[in-house]
Structure formats: structure tokens, C-alpha cells
């Protein structure tokens, strides 16, 4: 079955008791059974919704997984990956990275004595001089947050298999659409829905995706236990969002490369942060794990100081300036004192994280209104 068919058919059916096309709202707290242990499969919500178990199998057949677990965030998400750890486990990670998950990791986690190394993961000489016998994780973002950094998916899991240690990769930014971890030997694949899976701002929610039963356990085994689940009205936002996902990328993925190129020639932009341009690093190994290049879009300015960043900010018009991402409409964002301010300053130079960087995502309206909103934007 091709993307766009699954989007729309994967793991649904029309409901059994009416007939409806659409997937039903269970809003229930709790089902009724016949005697006890004797039901329909249904005993409390937070074990299992009709409404999420459809949208947890769409998710994992969109990632060609076998097994999908949904959250009431990403960070939810990510927190239950971390519950697989113990106090003296180790975590490698992308330096590159959303700042909320830095901060789970480096706030939260660190305090039960999880232990975390930030490095590049570009070159596998560096990667091998940090795993060591308490390593339990590799956890990469491809693209990367906000610096738009790519990670080859398959070289990463090499290694992973090599010392039997388990590798998530953050999809947000890529969607199934435009790449599938799992085929590249990921174990864990996690999703903000929040972003293009909903693709509407209108949800919060997290996913995983894994192929492997044990670890599809243990880990709802965690999402029981921990209650953090979703609402069904939720999940049917999100399932009803997938169903024009394949429409809504390409359009993303057309709309950027537009505006990346007038980015890159324009007078007052230093360097333009998007895989898609041949002058991106990432850009070949992009190219081979990617469908096309994605709708995110950073950018610095040559004027390089926080002040630039905020003037050209405050006179969007189309682009509004918002934290989050994926959604139909253009937003754009100051990660330095956004949605990356928990990142210090030292760490976030480090990865060239300025204070004139701005974030873009690129919605679905028509490229050369954004691009005319940018002129006025950056002005001459």
C-alpha cells in the first residue's frame, strides 16, 4: 500500500456498530463488561481507547512499524522512552537538539541518575570514543532542531547494533512521509503530533513507533501505568489531520524551497540552514534517506545580534510569530529566547545557534505571498 492510500486507510475501518466512515469520539471513561474479565476488549480508558488504538496503528503503518503508542505530548512521549532507563544508564545524543528535550533530559533525568553526552554524531570515530558498557541509547534528531543538521540514520544504527544498544530518532521534522527510521534500523520512533502529523495547531499530542514486541511492552506497559494518554477527540483530530499529510508536505517541502533560495540571495542573510540547498553538508546523505527536504527553514542575518532578529520578527504579517511548528500556517521564531532558552548560551554557540537565528516554518499558503512578506520583513 503507497503513503497516501495508508494515510487515508491504514489500521481504520468503518465503525462496526454504525457504519461510520470516520472513526467514531469514544468519550468514555469506562466500558461495560458482561462479568468480570468478560468484555469487548475495552475495560478502562486509560488502557485503551476504540479512538486511539485506530490512530496508533495508522502511526506505526505510516512508519512501516508494527506497533504504535500514543501520549498527551511529545514530551510525554520522550519521558516514557526514559522510564526504559535506570540510575548509571547512559544516553548519547545529538548536541543539536529541541531545547525541551535537553531540558527533560539534562533537568529532569539527571537528577535519577541517568547520564547524558551531547556530541555531533557526524563522525563515527567520536560516537565509538563515547559509547562504553553503560551505554543504553543513542537518540538523534535528523533534521535537526532548529540548525537543520542531517544524520545518517543507517550509519547510526550500525553502531547501535554493534553494541546492542537501542536508537530513537526524533521524525518530527522529517514525517513519515519524507523518511521512515525504522527502515533505516531505528528502534524507537517518536513524533510530536502536535506538528504535521495534526498539522492544524489544534492538538497536543505525542507518538512512538517500534518494531520490536518486548520493547512495544515495556513501553505500554509505562503508558498504562503512567496515564499519560490522550483524549479520543484528540486522537480524532490527529487522525483526520494524516489524512491530507502527503498533500500538506509536498506542499511545505515545494513553498521552502522557494523561500530558501530567496534567502540565500538575499543581502542582509548570512547563511541559510535547509537540506534541500546543495550547499547544505547534510545535503547528499539528505537526499538518500529523504523523500524531499522538509518545510523547516533557519536562517541568521548579517547584522548578528538578538535586537536584528527581534526587528525583523515584529514585522511579519503572514508569518506569525508563534513557538511550534508543522502547522498549515507560516510561523516563524526566535529560538535563543524561545522555544531553545533552555539551552545556555555556550552550549547553543557551540552549534552555531546565534542570537540573529530565526526559525520558519513554512506553511501551505502560496510561496510568493510569504516570499513578499519576508521582503518586507528584511527589508532592502
Known sequence: MKFATKAIHAGIEPDASTGAIMTPIFQTSTFVQESPGKHKGYEYARSKNPTRDVLEKNIAALENGKYGLCFASGMAAIDTILKLFKPGDEIISTVDLYGGTYRIFTKVFEKYGIKFHFISIKDETDLEKVINKNTR???????????????????VSKASKN???????????????????????????????????GGHSDVIMGALVVNEEKLFDQLSFLQNSCGAIPGPNDCFLVLRGIKTLHLRMERHCQNARKIAGYLAGHPKVDKVFWPGLESHPGHLVARHQMKDFGGMISFTLKEDHQQAAFNVLEKFELFSLAESLGGVESLCGHPASMTHAAIPKSEREKIGLKDSLIRLSVGIEDADDLIDDLARALGK
Do not use: C
Not at 536508537?167 to 517518536?190: E, K, R, S, W, Y
Open 137 to 155: 541509547m543513542i537518540w538523534l534528531e535528523t533534521p535537526t532542531n532548529p540548525m537543520m543538521s542531517i544524520i545518517d540514520i543507517k550509519r
Open 163 to 197: 553494541h546492542e544498544i537501542l536508537l530513537a530518532v526524533d521524525n518530527t521534522f522529517a514525517t513519515p512521509f519524507l523518511q521512515t527510521p525504522i527502515d533505516l534500523g531505528a528502534d524507537i520512533v517518536m513524533h510530536s503530533a502536535t506538528k504535521y502529523l
